[in-house]
């Protein structure tokens, strides 16, 4: 059982930065991949970033934010960070980390075997 809670949600200016952290609970945390997904009212949940298990060395970013997200893990401190640079309206959105037991992470959810609680990210301009 794995256990996640963001953290680092908020308001947040156009152009401004913000980061967000999943912090995990549980044992071999450092074996799942990780993924970051949002979901915007009325709209499905996205993945917007994802992160390989263990050392992290495989990324992925959906189109929408290559270029200006950021995903890291620390496997020491059980917690996955998403670095938002430069966020637009767009981006507005509930914000959610999913954990699965993989070597990957996946854009489909339900592949996913545990989830945080979700975390508001507003953007205003």
């Known amino acids: 059982q794995v256990q996640l809670v963001e953290s680092g949600g908020g308001l947040v200016q156009a152009g401004g930065s913000l980061r967000l952290s999943c912090a995990a609970s549980?044992?071999?945390?450092?074996?799942?991949?990780v993924g970051w997904f949002r979901q915007a009212p009325g709209k499905e949940r996205e993945l917007v970033a994802g992160i390989s298990r263990l050392s992290g060395e495989i990324t992925y970013y959906s189109d929408s934010v290559k270029g200006r997200f950021v995903i890291s893990r620390d496997n020491a401190k059980n917690k996955v960070y998403l670095q938002m640079h430069s966020p637009n309206f767009e981006d507005t959105a509930v914000y959610f980390c999913?954990?699965?037991?993989?070597?990957?992470?996946?854009?489909?959810?339900?592949?996913?075997?545990?989830w945080g609680q979700g975390i508001q990210v507003t953007v205003s301009s």
């Open positions: 549980g044992r071999f945390f450092s074996n799942y991949a």
């Open positions: 999913g954990v699965r037991y993989w070597p990957t992470p996946w854009r489909q959810p339900d592949v996913y075997d545990f």
